[in-house]
């Protein structure tokens, strides 16, 4: 086809632009990157932009060897491991019987699950409710309250009603109950969206913050996301950065590019190999929602 | 029905509602028991005294919240952040859709999706992290400051910065994930539109304008009338993390004023009541946009 100049103009505009963006997103990482792996003399002289200089890789041996850290990381794991669990149980159990044609009093529980997420009861009454069940400062605070997503079980609750009924009238004459059903027949047929749940629900997770702010106060159970904002934000750290002279060994700004870099390192690896599943997932909840 | 026909209605379903339980205790529990401890916005509310023995007083809050200057300035802050967001950031995505949409080079698209949709999945702690790095005194932005013999800016102290750093950094991490609904909204148009449009001589700008954007128009509706309703609530971990007292008279917002003053001060009748107040707001609004969305464009939310 014979392309016009003002196309072709259209075009070169169109992948600058895209790349400016791309690199917008892209320098301020590597910036931090950078830090990290800087030396203290280069980041006081502000000679540090996109990549290191006086290169040193104390920061991330400091880190490694920081007890908080691991401890703070260990929480996160297992927020993360046994929150998913939670919510992925919770949520196929409660997406099952909503997806069927016929249930009593599903329209009921449905306005009821879509009320909550047009009006909630807020902070405080949430807070006091959780001193009152005496699940402040414990790991309870953190998984329960979150224990299903509304927006993820109208997904899931969509995804199940495209299942064909044909396979269920089947495994019913060959005897299966409905727990057998949901499991053997609903969840692995509906693997990209089982797949895509569990991806959103341990995204939350990991990222969440703001509840471990209020609920937790015991700094053993602090999340790597309050280790992180207590070190960027409040300059909270036990780590010491200076030698027994008291010189500086390497900047406070190098030690917290380095937590950065360690805390978002995960998510880099995991990234590339789900990136397709969270796009599906977003494409089925926009067509289908 | 009499009640034999209910039993057997029943019997083969008992299993389901078991399946159903947890779930609608989950709602129950954490979200309805919530919405019953809003009485407290009524109360003076005292731990000792619990929800059923505090004392009734009626609208004192509300209005005494109506009253303080600081509640006013942290109103008027969210409103500004608020519509800043909307302005600047509701197009971003569009934009977006519709450039990536124009690529045909599939290494270039796979790349600068992953670019854009990845700052998404980084918790506002390490984002705001990043943007606090590369704005400090010894940050990025300031390293080319002096490189030009500029003098370095405290940005995050600075009141005349901190709102754009707000609504900029906002776009930057977010608009890229959502301009994916857009995508797929646009992947969704029937392709012999275009074909048509190319017989009677259409231009790229005139597919832009008479084509893509009409069809994925009530994608942009849906999406617009959820961030209205969404106004009075900006994402709490994005400015707590961000924030710090220099800026409060600029950046405070409700979520975070609700926070210092319910769980730092402990106010928490007050505090209650100024949720109340904005998760109220937040109902009308979306109800009223829907509806005019509805009487506009044929089709709303629900």
């Not at chain 2, 010894?138 to 405290?154: A, Q, R």
């Amino acid at each position: 086809m014979r392309e016009s100049v003002s196309f072709r103009v259209g075009t070169f505009l169109n992948y600058t632009l895209l790349t400016v963006f791309g690199l917008i997103t892209l320098f301020p990482f590597m910036h931090v990157l950078a830090q990290s792996l800087s030396s203290q003399t280069a980041i006081v002289s502000n000679q540090v932009t996109i990549y290191p200089v006086g290169f040193q890789t104390l920061s991330y041996e400091l880190l490694l060897k920081d007890n908080d850290f691991y401890q703070a990381f260990g929480v996160s794991l297992f927020r993360t491991a046994a929150g998913v669990g939670i919510n992925m149980l919770l949520t196929c159990l409660m997406a099952y019987p909503l997806s069927r044609q016929v249930l009593k009093g599903k329209g009921l529980i449905m306005n009821m699950v879509i009320f909550t997420m047009l009006f909630q009861g807020g902070l405080i009454p949430s807070f006091l409710l959780l001193k009152e069940l005496g699940m402040l400062d414990t790991m309870w605070s953190l998984l329960l309250p979150s224990a299903v997503s509304a927006f993820n079980l109208i997904l899931l609750k969509n995804f199940f009603q495209s299942v064909p009924a044909s396979m269920e009238e089947s495994a019913k004459i060959d005897g299966a109950g409905h727990g057998t059903i949901l499991w053997k027949i609903f969840v692995p047929l509906s693997l990209p969206a089982i797949a895509t749940l569990t991806l959103f629900y341990a995204v939350m997770h990991w990222n969440t913050y703001f509840d471990a702010v209020m609920y937790i106060s015991n700094p053993d159970l602090n999340p790597l996301q309050v280790y992180l904002r207590n070190m960027i934000v409040l300059n909270d750290s036990n780590i010491e950065m200076t030698n027994n002279t008291g010189l500086f060994l390497i900047s406070p700004e190098s030690l917290k590019a380095a937590t950065i870099i360690a805390s978002v390192l995960p998510m880099i690896i995991v990234y590339p190999f789900v990136q397709r599943y969270f796009v599906k997932g977003v494409m089925l909840g926009a067509l289908k929602g | 029905m009499n009640r034999k026909g209910l039993r057997t209605a029943w019997r083969p379903d008992w299993i389901l509602y078991l399946f159903l339980l947890p779930g609608v205790l989950y709602f129950i529990v954490f979200k309805y028991l919530p919405m019953y401890g809003i009485i407290i916005a009524f109360q003076d509310y005292s731990p000792f005294k619990g929800v059923s023995g505090s004392d009734f007083v009626g609208l004192k809050h509300f209005i005494r919240f109506f009253e303080d200057d600081e509640f006013i300035t942290v109103f008027r802050n969210t409103l500004l952040i608020s519509f800043y967001k909307l302005a600047f950031g509701f197009p971003v995505p569009i934009l977006i859709a519709l450039m990536l949409n124009e690529v045909r080079k599939s290494w270039f698209k796979r790349t600068a999706q992953t670019l854009f949709y990845i700052p998404h999945f980084f918790s506002w702690v390490i984002f705001g992290g990043i943007v606090i790095q590369a704005l400090s005194s010894k940050g990025m932005i300031n390293s080319i400051i002096t490189l030009f013999g500029g003098d370095p800016i405290l940005f995050m102290a600075e009141k005349e910065y901190f709102r754009s750093i707000l609504v900029i950094s906002d776009i930057i991490k977010e608009s890229g994930w959502a301009s994916i609904i857009y995508l797929a909204a646009i992947s969704g148009v029937n392709p012999s539109l275009y074909e048509a449009a190319r017989m009677d001589g259409a231009k790229k700008r005139h597919e832009i304008f008479y084509i893509t954007l009409p069809s994925i128009s009530s994608t942009i509706i849906i999406l617009f009338i959820l961030q209205l309703g969404n106004i009075l609530e900006l994402g709490v971990q994005q400015v707590f993390m961000l924030y710090n007292p220099l800026v409060y008279e600029v950046g405070d917002i409700i979520d975070t004023y609700v926070y210092r003053v319910g769980l730092t001060e402990q106010k928490y009748s007050f505090a209650t009541a100024v949720g109340l107040f904005q998760a109220t707001v937040g109902l009308i609004l979306i109800y009223v946009a829907n509806g005019l969305a509805k009487r506009f464009s044929g089709g709303g939310l629900w």
